[in-house]
Nanobody
Framework: QLQASGGGLVQAGGSLRLSCAASGSAFKILALGWFRQAPGKGREFVADVIWSGDNQLYGDSVKGRFTISRNTNNNTVYLQMNNLQPEDTAVYYC???????????????WGQGTLVTVSS
């Protein structure tokens, strides 16, 4: 199971940190990460990290502003989001995938989303 938290309302230029608590054992052989879905739009890859190796990948729209990390002691994945912009407004989903390089095409499971709203 994947349980996300940390969303909220922030002004443009502000920061938020999302957390995702992972339970079970299957996720330890997968990539964990985040995708988002804005109102009326499709899913967009945000970032992922290979659980066993810590390699990270980012979507083009968040590179340089977002940082994904993981804590293997408490099985939690974090998404630090800096310099947030109104176009970052979306529901953010924590997810697991079979292939880090093809995260959205190999989704294995995902949790309930957490809403991030960025005001201008």
């Amino acid at each position: 199971q994947l349980q996300a938290s940390g969303g909220g309302l922030v002004q443009a230029g502000g920061s938020l940190r999302l957390s995702c608590a992972a339970s079970g054992s299957a996720f330890k052989i997968l990539a964990l990460g985040w995708f988002r879905q804005a109102p009326g739009k499709g899913r967009e890859f945000v970032a992922d990290v290979i659980w066993s190796g810590d390699n990270q990948l980012y979507g083009d729209s968040v590179k340089g502003r977002f940082t994904i990390s993981r804590n293997t002691n408490n099985n939690t994945v974090y998404l630090q989001m800096n310099n947030l912009q109104p176009e970052d407004t979306a529901v953010y989903y924590c997810a697991a995938a079979r292939d880090s390089m093809n995260f959205m095409k190999t989704l294995h499971s995902w949790g309930q989303g957490t809403l991030v709203t960025v005001s201008s």
